[in-house]
């Protein structure tokens, strides 16, 4: 679905599905959550996803993904981590989630260096992976600092 810019539009494409009693429905739940992170409207893709009892791995993904579309690298290293406690077992698909994951922690090493919390939240990311050899890695550099 493309991305649809207007406020006006979003909000009769979500009276629709109210009206239809789709709201409900997995699949379009999906279809939304994936248009607002499209279009930089995490705010209301958080909104539907925060809504939904059971979340999969594809509503993970996008969350993830609409979140480091706007430069909100924190905050996709969190939900990356909420997913993790949530007992989301990561795929091949999800990998990709990783690697934004360590593409977002790079970014915020770069624009705050002395934060070690972006340290702590990389090395928990590699240590729920099993990958004990970057996370020990990163320790080391949260030493340096």
């Known amino acids: 679905m493309g991305c649809v810019s207007k406020a006006r539009e979003v909000d009769e494409l ?12 997995v699949c379009i739940k999906n279809v939304m959550i994936g248009m607002y992170s499209r279009c930089g409207r995490v705010g209301f893709a958080r909104m539907v996803f925060d809504g939904m009892v059971e979340k999969d791995l594809v509503l993970w993904s996008l969350m993830i993904e609409g979140y480091g579309r706007v430069d909100l690298y924190f905050k996709a290293l969190e939900v990356f ?20 994951a360590e593409l ?3 970014s ?6 002395k934060n070690l919390g972006h340290y702590i939240l990389l090395s928990n990311v590699y240590t729920s992976l099993g990958k004990i050899e970057e996370a020990n890695r990163i320790r080391s550099l949260m030493k340096r600092k």
Do not use: H, P
């Open 108 to 113: 915020l090493f770069e624009l705050d260096a």
């Open 14 to 25: 979500r009276e629709m599905v109210r009206r239809e009693r789709l709201d409900e429905d």
């Open 81 to 100: 981590k909420e997913m993790r406690v949530s007992g989301i077992v990561i795929d091949y698909v999800a990998s990709l989630d990783v690697k934004i």
């Open 104 to 106: 977002a922690a790079r």
